[in-house]
């Protein structure tokens, strides 16, 4: 089913009207997930809730570019007055509003699918903690003006390479969202993923040659190194976790401090959540 949403390009499908929504491009160079969403419209789905699967941002998928005006993932929750970005993001978030909602991206600094949820809604935590990923990250605090202030959602984040695998694993995890919320048929993938608070960003110091030591999600000892820069290493003051750690993922970041909160669920509502 086709209607006018506006700059949104939206394939509505099962026997009622959209109950559940399934997002791709944001990020219009974010390819596995936009390839995850248009494989899932022609896909045949024994759906038994009103689903709909959203391109975000047509313009800049068609342009294979992150954004036209302005990241839309950056000017939640929009203007409808606003620029093209700004236009989409109101757009969104009157679409959203009052549905369960999964929203896929990508990238550069971790291969490994993890989940991006905001503490704000704790049912998000709830939603994040059956899907088939080994980590879900809490980002209040920083970059509140992404896609999670519109409504329950639910971002996962891929590997950024716009390879077959890369693309069968955004699908897989749209499926799985998709069963966790009752619309697909059959039980989610078992799961039982690491809790983790994204908090302060990692600086980028200026140089020309940059290397990152140990991975994300790997604890960093306070009195360590955990990146150099033009072969002079930087040594972590306090313990973290790296999140969204890379060498060329920002132009000014390496990415951001994570603090594990909880090794499960009822660890995470039981310190984390009380304590919030």
């Not at 089913?1 to 559940?20: A, W, Y």
Request: charged letters at 30%; hydrophobic letters at 35%.
């Amino acid at each position: 089913m086709q209607r006018d949403f506006g700059l949104l390009d939206v394939t509505i499908r099962g026997p009622k009207e959209p109950e559940v929504i399934v997002i791709g491009g944001v990020h219009g160079d974010e390819r596995s997930g936009i390839r995850a969403v248009r494989r899932l419209r022609e896909a045949d789905l024994d759906l038994q809730r009103g689903v709909a699967f959203v391109l975000a941002n047509p313009a800049a998928i068609e342009a294979d570019k992150r954004y036209l005006d302005s990241d839309l993932n950056r000017v939640f929750p929009g203007d409808p007055d606003g620029d093209r970005e700004e236009r989409i993001a109101a757009q969104l978030c009157e679409l959203i509003e009052g549905h369960t909602t999964l929203s896929l991206h990508a990238t550069e600094s971790e291969p490994t699918p993890f989940a991006l949820i905001h503490s704000s809604r704790p049912q998000e935590f709830d939603l994040a903690s059956e899907l088939p990923v080994p980590y879900v990250v809490d980002h209040w605090g920083v970059n509140e003006q992404t896609i999670t202030v519109c409504g329950l959602s639910v971002e996962i984040e891929l590997a950024s390479d716009d390879s077959e695998e890369t693309a069968v694993t955004a699908e897989h995890q749209a499926r799985a969202f998709l069963k966790r919320v009752d619309a697909l048929p059959g039980e989610p993938s078992d799961a039982d993923p690491e809790y983790f608070h994204m908090s302060e960003p990692v600086p980028k110091p200026s140089g020309t040659c940059y290397e990152l030591y140990g991975e994300n999600f790997e604890r960093v000892p306070a009195g360590t190194a955990y990146a150099s820069v033009d072969g002079t290493d930087l040594i972590a003051d306090e313990s973290f976790w790296p999140i969204m750690m890379s060498t060329h993922g920002y132009e000014d970041l390496f990415g951001y401090e994570g603090h594990k909160i909880g090794e499960s669920l009822t660890e995470v509502k039981e310190t984390w959540l009380d304590g919030d």
